[in-house]
């Protein structure tokens, strides 16, 4: 028989393990109740290819971020941590054009809200912008649009956003000044127009060139940033005394939301509808995306009116999928260099990559005209190329398309592998044959 004060002792002994147990919930020691939540914080929301892939295990929602399913039992519902609300998810618009007002009828009657209605002269009958019934399926209502239209172009109404970063170190900064680039720096000749977020005009770097300013942003939405667009129009302008005949038509169809600058599918066929009609030469279009219908049947439609597009191959890395509009067949894709002619290590790579030129760490100017912040990406390269472009068709007369880029693909650096390459495409601006002139259109390839 075992005595009474052995049995007190025994009672005590056992309490313990469970005690400090107790205490340590009370300070959130246990951390392995519950696994924590693993993030992928993709940016690009425009572009999710996962389509009803199962992962186990996993929840999915609309901000692709996942979180495993908890192994073990949650800790006591009065010291489990509020979850917060999930948010609700957003529904994508939808573009079509070629409605015909019959048909616009019948999208109305079938529960779409029309947000806004254009007449562009690229695109038939007109172009809208939708909001489908909650009752219907993201694919089942662009198919239903088709149905309603027959005929029409559909798609989503995509996002696309400007392919600029921003920092370098002290001392690696690629500078402004045309005499310190190793790149021909041409300034924009003719009518050149470019689709980016709104232009500073009174700014400094770009006191007596010729402005236009337009917007294509639709009612109701926050005015986007000027930074980007001030950039892009000081590096397609250039820092020499500006040619006489040259003229800039910059179009605004950015807004700001969620902190950031984003043009939307309606807005940007809508900008290449008035640059079109105001018949610029080379339009520069600093800003990447998802593949668009709507989109590429705009720019097919400004290339048949001999326009040359100029598009940043965009900052997803060299593993990335094509970036749009760069990719399309009738767009000229650019991508960056740095200053020792090396690739940009976040650019984008592929058969349709067409030049390289300056993008990297570059010290763009403030508004006093000093070093400003740096800034790095596709976004600043594709200017370049769109003035040494503009420069060459201003010499040529109505020269077609092919024959201007013919021309270019002889005047640049050729490097990496020989001919056109998926890296540097037919090569890199360099300073070493300077601007190119008509003499380029002789040697064009």
Known sequence: MIPRFRLAALGLIALVPWTAFEAALDHGAPTFLASPALADDDDDDDDDDRGGRFVPRFSYDDDDDYEPAPRYRPAPRERRAARPAPRPRIRPEIVASGVDAAALERIRAAGF???????????????????????LSDARARARIAELASGATVDVNAIYRPNAREGCAPGTCFPYRRDEWAVAACGARGLVGMIDTRVDSGHRALEGRAIETLVSRGDGREPSSPAHGTEVAILLAGDGEPSPDARIVAVDAFHRAGGADKADVFDLVTAIDMLVQRKVGVVNLSLAGPANELLDRAGKKA?????????????????????????????IAVTAIDAKGQPYSRAGRGEHVAFAAPGVRLELPDAALNPGKTRSGTSYAAPLVAAALSAIRARGGETPIEEVVEALAGHVEDRGAPGRDPIYGWGALTSAKGCPTTAALSAGR
């Open 113 to 135: 809200r029309v947000l806004a209605e254009r007449r562009l002269q690229i695109l038939p009958e007109a172009t809208v912008r939708l909001a489908p019934p909650r009752n």
């Open 303 to 331: 290339a048949e009116n001999g326009v040359l597009m100029v598009a940043a191959v965009g900052n997803e890395g060299p593993k990335s999928k094509p970036r749009f509009p760069s990719a399309y067949p009738w767009a």
